[in-house]
Structures are given as C-alpha cells and as structure tokens.
C-alpha cells in the first residue's frame, strides 16, 4: 500500500466534498450527491441527465429520460441543498439564490468540518503506516534507525497534505464569503 497514494486520494476526495457547497453562484457540482430512485434502484443524477449552467445563477438539468423528470425533481425537492426546481416539462431549472451572510458562515464551518474529516483520514492513513513499520522492525526487517527515518517520512507526508488541506480549506472559505 502507498502511503501518499492514499493520502492523495484522501486529499482529493476532501476537495470532491468542498465542491458540493453552494458558494452562491451556479456549479453543476452542487448535484454531485443527489440520487434519483429510477426504476427501483438508488441512481446519481448525473448519470440521468446533462447538467449545465447558462448563467451564474442558474443550473439547467436536460433528463435523456423525458418520463424521469418528476423523479428527478422530487429528489432535488427532497435534498438538504435548499434548492427549488422548476420544471417546464422538458427542462428542469434551478435558480440559485445569493447566499445570506449567516448561510455563508453555516456553509464555512461546513467545509471546516469535512476538512476536519479529511485529517482524521490522513492521520488513519499515518498510523496505519506507522504501525506496519513497527511490526517490520519487530519482526527484524528494519533496524531501530530505518524504523525512525521510515516514521519521521511519514510524519512529513501526513504535514504536507495537512497543510495541503488547510490550503483548499481556505481557497473555499474565500469562496464562499466572496459575494
């Protein structure tokens, strides 16, 4: 298993989860969570229709299934996004309203907590390295000196993508105070 493999790909599951908070203006990943129960089974929304943006304040949602419309309103009706489709009969429209000052704050502590989550991930990632080194050098593949460089690189990896994080924390937090 590599290490800043996994730590990547933690980083960049964090920053997936900072583009589904509303910032104000219109991004076809706001959607990105939602599923459409189509025909029986749990389907992601993107995968039923084309998601645009005309303009910065609108997302328009073309379904490639004309009867999967109200499906797929309901399921945006029914998210914790706050959003009200409005649905012509071919198209669905979501107008996305400017965000209050106190949504924007509820929407920073938000990305504040799923990067909170994102270096609880890492440090599993950290620890879990850490403790194979431990059972390698209990079990005589590395010498008390090799153990301590292999720890020590990975304490630097695990800085390096938390620092890494906090950065696309604060890329966010200016994105979504920015009005």
């Known amino acids: 298993m590599d290490i800043e493999a996994s730590m990547r790909k933690s980083v960049e599951s964090t920053q997936r989860t900072f583009n589904t908070i509303r910032t104000g203006r219109a991004n076809p990943s706001l959607l990105d969570k939602i599923n459409v129960e189509y025909y029986g089974a749990e389907t992601q929304l993107k995968s039923l229709a084309t998601i645009s943006t005309p303009d910065a304040q609108t997302i328009q949602i073309q379904p490639f ?8 309103e309901k399921a945006i009706a029914l998210s914790d996004l706050g959003l009200t489709p409005n649905n012509d009969g071919r198209v669905i429209r979501i107008n996305i309203p400017p965000l209050t000052e106190e949504r924007r704050k509820d929407f920073c502590k938000l990305a504040a907590k799923y990067a909170e989550e994102g270096k609880v991930a890492l440090r599993n990632i950290r620890r879990d390295g850490i403790d194979r080194i431990k059972k390698q050098e209990k079990d005589g593949e590395f010498s008390e000196d090799q153990s301590r460089d292999q720890q020590d690189k990975i304490q630097k990896l695990t800085d390096r993508f938390i620092t890494e ?3 696309h924390l604060a890329e966010k937090e200016v994105d979504i105070l920015k009005v």
């Open 65 to 72: 299934d004309g009867k999967s419309i109200g499906l797929i």
């Open 165 to 167: 994080l906090e950065k």
